[in-house]
């Protein structure tokens, strides 16, 4: 069958979809993976064919309070309280990812409308699309073909319009600002918001079964590899390191979304620069500062593999990304969480802390004691490496991409429109 992958224009969403598109190809299938022109190199390289859609928006889109309002009063969670703060966070990226497929001043909108008229000219049996994606759901609907999500982390687009749906039914609200959000996406095609065009016919989910998710949407389970790109072996990564060692990721996003320096860096190589310990960093020059001094025991580079590093961790410091986090489950490595107050993290970190896997500072006032004290707990107690084999455990129960491809064979064959 032909498998059309449809991925926003962030690193961050390409890489949890190449292992599927692996096993998809090496069952036999044809696979296309389409995103904006400047991610085609890295799916290439993968050896993966790429669907150059054209250019994102130059810097995120413009997003006026009003409709950031609209979803707080919507979705009405207790202010301040964890979970309030994860959907004030969370509104923001939905908002952020969608109208990025919105029409521009003149009407036109690459990303949308190059991926629809590849979608009628290819036939797809099958759209697999990222939900920050969703016009992933009319190019499904124009081809005639299959429709399924493929997440990259918790389901926040059905999560939130569960919680519309719940305040409806009770009659204490009946605004869905999602469906305002979505309708120039799929209304510029002539489709009407529905849970079908925003869910599709089934969600492809990778992430542990213990993280939140909508109820009542088919799911189809299937285990998280990790891709975290490739490169040649550094020489010295082939030794066993010859004390503890410690990796420092803050994530693809960060230098993209929110380039320049970081001020917690600074408080990490302080806290690192007396302890018996050797501190590998997968930063670039604009994260660390032109001022930050950076200790011996401390190996900077602006890109290696986290795939290729985790191996010889004893644990790792990182900003709470489900690509890295998973990397380091994926090794039964214990991890240091160092948040913001954004979705990712807020979602991930109670769930690392519930299984034992790891720690979580702030931000906001991190000091190099605190990061200090954190990591020598991380390294000397033994319940933190038991945590992170749970988290391995929750990882792995679920069937690899290769085991699932049968199933959406049969699953596309079911639900795609076209003889």
């Not at 032909?2 to 969403?13: E, G, M, N, Q, S």
């Not at 920050?132 to 918790?154: F, K, N, Q, T, Y």
């Not at 320049?260 to 806290?271: K, N, P, S, T, Y």
Request: hydrophobic share 40%; aromatic share 8%; glycine share 6%.
């Amino acid at each position: 069958m032909r498998v059309l992958i449809a991925v926003a224009p962030f690193t961050a969403h390409l890489y949890p979809s190449i292992p599927l598109a692996w096993a998809l190809q090496s069952a036999g299938h044809e696979v296309r993976l389409a995103s904006n022109t400047a991610l085609a190199e890295q799916i290439t390289a993968a050896g993966l064919t790429a669907v150059r859609l054209g250019d994102s928006p130059s810097g995120p889109p413009d997003i006026p309070q009003e409709e950031l309002d609209r979803f707080s009063e919507a979705l009405a969670f207790e202010p301040g309280s964890a979970f309030g703060r994860l959907w004030e966070s969370v509104r923001f990226y939905v908002l952020l990812n969608c109208r990025r497929y919105y029409p521009d001043a003149e009407g036109q909108q690459p990303l949308a409308d190059t991926l629809v008229e590849f979608a009628r000219d290819w036939r797809p049996d099958l759209v697999i699309w990222d939900p920050a994606s969703p016009i992933g759901s009319v190019a499904a609907r124009e081809s005639g073909a299959a429709s399924a999500r493929l997440m990259w982390g918790p389901d926040y687009f059905g999560l939130i319009q569960q919680r519309l749906a719940e305040r409806a039914s009770r009659s204490e609200s009946h605004a869905n600002p999602l469906a305002d959000t979505l309708a120039p996406i799929f209304g510029r095609f002539g489709y009407d918001f529905s849970e079908e065009m925003l869910l599709g016919d089934f969600t492809v989910d990778p992430i542990p079964s213990q993280l939140p998710r909508p109820e009542g949407h088919r799911t189809l389970p299937m285990r998280w590899v990790p891709y975290t790109g490739a490169a040649p072996v550094p020489e010295w990564l082939s030794q066993p390191p010859s004390r503890p060692r410690v990796c420092l990721s803050l994530g693809v996003t960060a230098r993209t979304v929110f380039a320049g320096q970081d001020e917690r860096i600074a408080a990490v190589l302080e806290a690192v620069a007396d302890m018996d310990v050797e501190v590998v960093a997968t930063i670039n020059p604009n994260q660390l500062g032109k001022d930050t001094r950076v200790p011996d025991n401390v190996r900077i580079f602006d890109y290696l593999p986290l795939t290729q590093v985790m191996p010889t961790c004893s644990a790792i410091i990182h900003h709470g990304g489900y690509g890295t986090a998973f990397a380091a489950a994926a090794h039964r490595v214990p991890q240091m969480t160092v948040m913001e107050d954004l979705g990712s993290a807020l979602c991930l970190t109670p769930y690392l802390e519930s299984r034992g896997a790891g720690v979580t500072l702030h931000s906001d006032g991190l000091t190099a004691e605190q990061v200090r004290k954190e990591l020598s707990r991380l390294l000397t107690e033994p319940s933190f490496r038991q945590g992170a084999a749970a988290v391995y455990a929750d990882l792995t129960a679920a069937p690899g991409p290769s085991e699932i491809v049968p199933i959406l064979e049969r699953t596309a064959a079911q639900y795609r429109t076209r003889d």
